[in-house]
């Protein structure tokens, strides 16, 4: 029996276990919200069957980057990854993991090109229904990744997958517009699972190690999902498999042209009392008044800045000396530090724009410090 097959069929008989009435059967159907075009993956599956190279990729948060998993080959991808190489064995699966924790698609849209397309995937994996808002604006930038991976020259597959938070809430209702927009599979561990919590039938803890994070059984659940749709397909593989036009976007095409600058990457206009640090990479200062300045190309400016529960500060952030907005570098969590990524400014006109950057005086009373660390900038509409 396929090791992945086997691994989730025990997940699921120990989380029957845990609560004597759920019922294992139920769970794989309800987690296919749809098969989609399957066009693209008979497409990868048919060079797979071939022998050749196949690159299969995930993209998402930190329950993508693999979080609350005791190693890393038992995180979902990992999984998905091997039922690839059980299924085709003459082919050669490579593996690209390009998740980063506490991060949404608006900051995947903008690496997208250096985390995930310089590795040419075949297949794609995207998972940011929970660390995203279930609103329009994150749809726009889901769809803007979507057509970055669809757009490629070797027609990449991608598969939707909506994990949960504690509530049994996710972004599905808007990021699944944009996967019925483009005739995506769409594999939701939330529908599989979230009804048989509500009815008492599964514990919530058999399944998951805290609030948002998949445990092991819960990885394995996901992967086994994500492979349900994966047999599916496969029985169809000797279908006409031409891919469909791109269609015009749902939304935006906006985060479909993006670019981003690491602090590295960035030279100042001008700057008083800011530094570079090479070791963690980003742009510091904690001198209240201090000013740096850059120049970036775009429609849309994000900013990145560090934000964790030490002597941190606030910044007050302009484009072209438009409204200030001001981000604190201070949280009162305490389970770690993470990168937020943040839209300054939009329907910017195009060509180059420049941000300022101020440190404040003001301060989170919880901080004992001033300190404020820019990871980076980032732009969409870029021309």
């Known amino acids: 029996m396929n090791p992945l097959k086997s691994a989730a069929i025990a997940a699921l008989t120990l989380l029957a276990a845990s609560t004597q009435a759920f019922e294992s059967k139920t769970v794989q159907p309800q987690s296919l919200v749809s098969t989609g075009d399957l066009s693209r993956v008979w497409q990868v599956m ?9 690159t299969v990729a995930v993209i998402g948060g930190s329950i993508t980057q693999g979080a609350k998993a005791s190693k890393p080959e038992l995180r979902y991808g990992n999984l998905m990854a091997d039922w690839w190489r059980k299924a085709f064995p003459k082919a050669q699966i490579e593996f690209v993991n390009a998740g980063v924790g506490a991060t949404g698609s608006n900051f995947g849209a903008l690496r997208a090109r250096r985390d995930l397309l310089a590795h040419n995937p075949d297949f794609v994996v ?7 808002g279930n609103t329009q604006a994150a749809a726009e930038t889901l769809e803007g990744l979507t057509r970055q991976i669809l757009k490629q020259p070797n027609q990449p597959a991608v598969v939707q997958l909506f994990m949960m938070h504690q509530g049994g809430g996710n ?7 944009v996967g019925v927009h483009y005739s995506l599979p769409i594999v939701s561990y939330r529908d599989a699972l979230w009804p048989e919590i509500k009815a008492g039938r599964l514990a919530w803890e058999a399944v998951m190690a805290d609030e948002v994070h998949p445990n092991d059984l819960g990885h394995a659940c996901a992967a086994e999902f994500v492979a349900y749709l994966l047999e599916i397909a496969k029985q169809g593989m000797d279908k006409p498999a031409a891919a469909q036009p791109l269609p015009a976007p749902l939304f935006s095409d906006l985060y479909e042209h993006t670019s981003l600058f690491e602090a590295p990457e960035l030279k100042p206009l001008s700057n008083s009392g800011w530094t570079l ?9 904690d ?26 500060g606030k910044a007050k952030l302009q484009v072209d000396g438009g409204a200030p907005v001001v981000y604190d570098g201070w949280f009162n969590q305490t389970w770690g530090g993470y990168r937020c990524t943040n839209l300054l400014a ?14 404040l005086e003001e301060k989170n009373p919880g901080s004992d410090g001033h300190e404020f660390k820019l ?9």
């Open 46 to 54: 048919a060079k797979a069957q071939r022998g050749e190279k196949v």
């Open 126 to 132: 995207v998972e940011y229904g929970v660390n995203d």
């Open 171 to 177: 972004a599905q209702e808007w990021h699944s517009k």
């Open 277 to 285: 640090d090479k070791t963690w990479k980003n742009w510091v200062s």
């Open 287 to 312: 001198k209240p008044g201090s000013v740096i300045e850059f120049e970036i190309n775009g429609t849309a400016i994000f900013s990145m800045h560090f934000v964790i529960k030490r002597p941190m």
């Open 346 to 359: 939009k329907d910017l006109k195009p060509g180059k724009h420049t941000v300022r950057i101020e440190l």
């Open 375 to 383: 990871f980076g900038l980032g732009a969409a509409g870029v021309q």
